[in-house]
């Protein structure tokens, strides 16, 4: 738990480029998520460097469990949103 004290917006910042270079690896679209909740978090952390390592950590996985979700449910325009609809 000590680890956590220790977080600032560099950390998370690095975490989204790494999950950025994941996304390019895989091309699936969760890790953009991930890299946008990190990077959102870093921002944060960085104009309140007050915050604890434990509230980062919390917006983070409150932005990626919001993120991912939507993320998964985005489509590519043109695809149809149902299967059914094109035989």
Known sequence: MEMLYILNHWHWWALATLLMVAELLTASRWFLA???????????????????????????????????PLSLRWRRPGRARNDDENP
């Open 34 to 68: 991930l890299a946008i909740a990190a990077g959102i978090t870093g921002l944060v952390a960085r104009f309140a460097p007050s915050l604890s390592g434990l509230v980062q950590l919390g917006l983070f996985l409150a932005l990626a469990a919001v993120g991912v």
